[in-house]
């Protein structure tokens, strides 16, 4: 059964760090293209940054560049995303997903799996 497992949300304030992490099945993991996403209220899902599991190849959202780092422990089959340099406007909910390695990163339609999302929020 493919699952995906976010941890380490939290609340933190303006300038802090915290590190997301998403433990993927194996099934999930190989070749694909794994993704972080984030919702906040009355917005849309939008990609934040995402990772090629193959090469390592990274993408990210230019609100985030710079400040976000995503990075992968094959290993573990786990997923993780850096945040520093926090900003209330980062507050969301944040997922990760997987999908096949072709099409946009960015594009959440194209993510078969989910995971159940792990709160961040920034104050000021």
């Known amino acids: 059964q493919v699952q995906l497992v976010e941890s380490g949300g939290g609340s933190v304030q303006a300038g802090g760090s915290l590190r997301l992490s998403c433990a993927a099945s194996?099934?999930?993991?190989?070749?694909?293209?794994m993704g972080w996403f984030r919702q906040a209220p009355g917005k849309e899902r939008e990609g934040v940054a995402a990772?090629?599991?193959?090469?390592?190849?990274?993408y990210y959202a230019d609100s985030v560049k710079g400040r976000f780092t995503i990075s992968q422990d094959n290993a573990k089959n786990t997923l993780y995303l850096q945040m520093n340099s926090l900003k209330p406007e980062d507050t969301a909910m944040y997922y990760c997903?997987?999908?096949?390695?072709?099409?946009?990163?960015?594009?959440?339609?194209?993510?078969?799996?989910w995971g159940q999302g792990t709160q961040v929020t920034v104050s000021s």
């Open positions: 997903a997987a999908k096949p390695r072709t099409g946009s990163w960015s594009r959440s339609a194209l993510y078969n799996y």
């Open positions: 194996r099934y999930t993991y190989s070749s694909s293209c």
């Open positions: 990772i090629y599991t193959g090469d390592g190849s990274t």
